[in-house]
């Protein structure tokens, strides 16, 4: 079974960056889109940046011209490049991939990783 694993998240303040990986490992898939979700205190689950097997990307409008997306595929691994934070960033940040694995099409989640903006 594929898993996703995130790592890069932690406590950073307004206007500082970070960087989030996230890598899928497991065998006999392929990965068509992978894409950053994240989860505030009391909100829904919102799509933050995702970025599909062909280089197409979009980004939340909140986080356009500060927030970066990029994958290698070679390396089954997304990144979100996250640049001038604002306290309002503050969530849960979770990776997730639509593949084809054993040649069945699945939507799988990471654990997610913390991100904190604060003074």
């Known amino acids: 079974q594929v898993q996703l694993v995130e790592s890069g998240g932690g406590l950073v303040k307004p206007g500082g960056s970070l960087r989030l990986s996230c890598v899928a490992s497991?065998?006999?898939?392929?990965?068509?889109?992978m894409g950053w979700y994240r989860q505030a205190p009391g909100k829904e689950r919102e799509l933050v940046a995702g970025?599909?097997?062909?280089?197409?990307?979009k980004l939340a409008d909140s986080v356009k011209g500060r927030f970066t997306i990029s994958m290698n595929s070679a390396k089954n691994t997304v990144y979100l490049q996250m640049n001038n934070l604002e306290f309002e960033d503050t969530a849960v940040y979770y990776c997730?991939?639509?593949?084809?694995?054993?040649?069945?099409?699945?939507?799988?989640w990471g654990s997610g990783t913390q991100v904190t903006v604060s003074a």
């Open positions: 997730n991939a639509d593949l084809f694995e054993d040649y069945v099409p699945k939507n799988t």
């Open positions: 497991g065998s006999d898939f392929r990965i068509e889109a």
């Open positions: 970025m599909a097997r062909n280089g197409d990307t």
